[in-house]
């Protein structure tokens, strides 16, 4: 497995930074909530609600940004649907350092961004590559590893449950994501920066 860039590594630590500061914090409280309205801000979208307008997408950009990453280089979203769709286009093109995939053509790595279905919906990743504007959450993935169940990617998100969560995706034997029942997933995200 290839030693993460020092962008991937930045990336990773920045979403654990935020997981271990915020876990137990709901979105509702002033301390999360003044936090959400930098972030919205930084990313450059104006601020309205820590719990009427979803943040998940606001986090992961917020994240990229910190990381180092430009606009010109990730598409900063209130949605993760236009990130994504704008990371498709660029696999198809071949340019840019983040570059999306159906969620089984690839490992994924430390710094990348897996995206599933959200609210028991079920578009595919042609459905992505076609659209921008569709219900969806993404996730960074800031370890792979393997346990007694088998390989693994250990994830942090935002807005889950009104918080910052870890999640844990399973992988098959050679790496790939194991689709799921609810929320299937839909493309990952590929760090190449």
Not at 120 to 136: P, V
Request: aromatic residues 12%; charged residues 20%.
């Amino acid at each position: 497995m290839a030693t993460p860039s020092p962008f991937a590594k930045k990336l990773a630590s920045i979403a654990q930074q935020q997981h271990t500061k915020f876990e137990f914090t709901n979105e509702a409280d002033p301390v999360l909530c003044s936090q959400i309205k930098k972030w919205t801000q930084d990313i450059g979208f104006p601020f309205t609600s820590c719990t009427a307008v979803p943040w998940s997408a606001v986090f992961i950009s917020w994240c990229v940004k910190q990381a180092g990453a430009t606009k010109a280089e990730f598409k900063f979203a209130m949605a993760h649907s236009v990130f994504v769709h704008q990371a498709i286009k660029n696999a198809i093109n071949a340019t840019g350092v983040f570059q999306g995939f159906p969620f089984n053509a690839a490992p994924p790595a430390v710094g990348d961004i897996i995206q599933h279905n959200r609210g028991g919906n079920t578009f595919d990743f042609s459905f992505a590559r076609d659209n921008d504007e569709y219900k969806s959450h993404s996730v960074i993935v800031i370890e792979v590893g393997q346990d007694v169940q088998g390989r693994f990617a250990f994830c942090v998100g935002g807005n889950e449950s009104d918080s910052i969560r870890r999640t844990v995706v399973r992988l098959d034997a050679n790496g790939i994501i194991k689709q799921r029942q609810g929320n299937s997933f839909i493309s990952i995200i590929k760090n190449l920066k």
